[in-house]
């Protein structure tokens, strides 16, 4: 399983499958991250946290806590 934090800087990848439960899994799907779509890691901070990608045309930073919980699988 390859997950978002596990992405190298500059890859594309596509969500298999969101992990987590109730109010965090909502919390990350209300920022556009659904199954299916591409993400486009852009950026990560010296001490791993946050990371900031590219998903459906604009910019966002996770926390690696976050990453973590979606899966993905190269494009």
């Known amino acids: 399983m390859n997950t978002l934090r ?16 109730g109010a965090i899994k909502r919390r990350i799907m209300d920022m556009g991250i659904t199954k299916g779509v591409e993400i486009y890691v852009r950026k990560v901070a010296p001490l791993g946290d946050p990371v900031e990608i590219t998903v459906r045309g604009y910019e966002l930073s996770l926390r690696k806590a976050d ?3 979606i899966e993905v699988e190269a494009v």
């Open 6 to 21: 596990e992405t190298k800087i500059g890859s594309t990848v596509k969500v298999v499958r969101l992990h987590g439960e």
């Open 67 to 69: 990453a973590e919980m």
